[in-house]
């Protein structure tokens, strides 16, 4: 019989034994696996999202929060800035590029994002159906929202005042429809989860907006002088610097100027991270202890199935087997358990991911998915092999120097 034959043997007398180390150690690095996931495509995300910007001008509040909101689309803006700060930074020696944003409003909780056409070039989009804008009111469509929302070239929506996914009693803007004239190619980026149009889309939509409040309350008389008619305001500004030294001057030049703040997306993405690796730390203690337990079980299950199979192992001595076959059979029992259960876990830890991305795409529309495979995993299972041999050590060294004619004189 071969040692593999002989180890599934004993592993089939041993069922429920054997089940708990697999759980134990399947649950472990499951956890590791989400984590790791977790980890790697937050992190590329954050790196692609914010790919080409130097800097983000917008109203002043929290740097984070203006990051967050204007470069990943994941919160809500800090205020709005004056229009004409746009041609003063284009004009400043050290901005080589300036791309305007006008947040407010959103459609079935896609993001409603008036810009320019350098917005898509920036993420290197390119229509896969009909074309880009021409005109305000008409609007673009990433793959992700366009599958989402059913938008396609011809189709005419409404937005709803209000960024938030959820807030689905906002007030619908179905005076100032607009027009889907393309969808664009997915890119991987933030970029496939938006809807995109002209910056005056969005001006002109709240003009409307105002137009209608100045019925209401003074019935239709001209509104050209009616304070209460929307500003021209823009969100938020992305900056490409023109040279190195502008990451030093123009921060705390923009800084300076009343309204005006200025944030940094790799240094506020990088205290980001650090944030979210806190909870990511916590989780990964959490799976090492699982892991720990299951070495643990692991030991335990080894060692009281020595005591139980001294015999047998005495008669294998009798029959030819050397004390070093009969250690590495233990230790091979251990080693193949441990592997058994980090191969479950890193299966149970994908199909987890997969379900949680599915379910952070549909409510939140955080990108994640399980599909990705990374090169750490395997040094998962190179761990979990060293820990089912570690784990196996001490009942094979037992094993080792079991004296064969005491062992059968106690039968």
Do not use: C
């Not at 309350?217 to 500003?231: C, M």
């Amino acid at each position: 019989m071969t040692t593999l034959r002989l180890i599934l043997a004993y592993l089939r007398w041993r069922p429920l034994q054997a089940a708990l180390n697999l759980l134990l150690m399947a649950v472990g690095v499951a956890t590791l696996v989400v984590v790791l996931l977790f980890g790697h495509q937050i992190e590329e995300r954050l790196q692609r999202d914010a790919r080409g910007i130097d800097l983000v001008v917008g109203a002043q509040g929290s740097p984070i929060q203006l990051i967050l909101s204007s470069v990943f689309h994941a919160d809500i803006p800090t205020g709005n800035i004056p229009e004409e700060t746009v041609e003063r930074l284009r004009e400043h020696r050290l901005v080589a590029g300036v791309i305007p944003l006008a947040l407010g409003d959103s459609y079935r909780g896609l993001r409603i994002v008036g810009t320019e056409p350098a917005y898509i070039d920036l993420y290197g989009g390119k229509p896969a159906a009909g074309r880009l804008w021409e005109r305000a009111m008409e609007a673009v469509a990433g793959a992700d929202a366009a599958a989402r929302a059913g938008l396609a070239p011809g189709r005419t929506f409404s937005g709803t005042h209000g960024l938030l996914a959820d807030d689905h009693g906002g007030h619908v803007h179905d005076y100032a429809p607009y027009t889907v004239v393309g969808v664009l190619e997915p890119t991987g980026t933030v970029l496939d989860r938006l809807i995109l149009t002209p910056v005056e889309s969005v001006w002109h939509v709240h003009d409307e907006e105002a137009g209608h409040r100045h019925e209401e309350n003074h019935g239709h008389e001209a509104v050209a002088d009616d304070p209460d008619a929307a500003p021209r305001e823009l969100t938020a500004l992305l900056v490409r610097y023109r040279s190195p030294l502008a990451a030093l001057a123009l921060p705390r030049e923009i800084n300076r100027e009343p309204g005006l703040m200025a944030a940094s997306p790799a240094y506020e993405s990088a205290r980001l991270m650090e944030i979210l690796g806190f909870g990511l730390d916590t989780v990964r203690a959490f799976a090492w202890v699982l892991v720990g337990a299951a070495a643990l079980a692991l030991f335990i299950g080894l060692y009281n199935a020595l005591r139980e199979r001294r015999h047998d192992l005495a008669v294998m001595r009798t029959l030819g087997a050397s004390r070093l076959r009969v250690f590495l059979w233990i230790i091979s029992e251990g080693v193949l358990l441990a592997v058994l259960g980090a191969g479950l876990g890193l299966l149970l830890g994908h199909g987890a991911a997969e379900v949680l991305g599915s379910w952070l795409g549909a409510v939140r529309q955080v990108p994640f998915t399980g599909t990705v495979w990374l090169p750490g995993e395997l040094w998962l299972l190179a761990a979990a092999a060293g820990i089912g041999a570690l784990a196996a050590l001490p009942p094979a060294i037992q094993a080792y120097r079991t004296d064969i004619a005491t062992t059968l004189a106690e039968r």
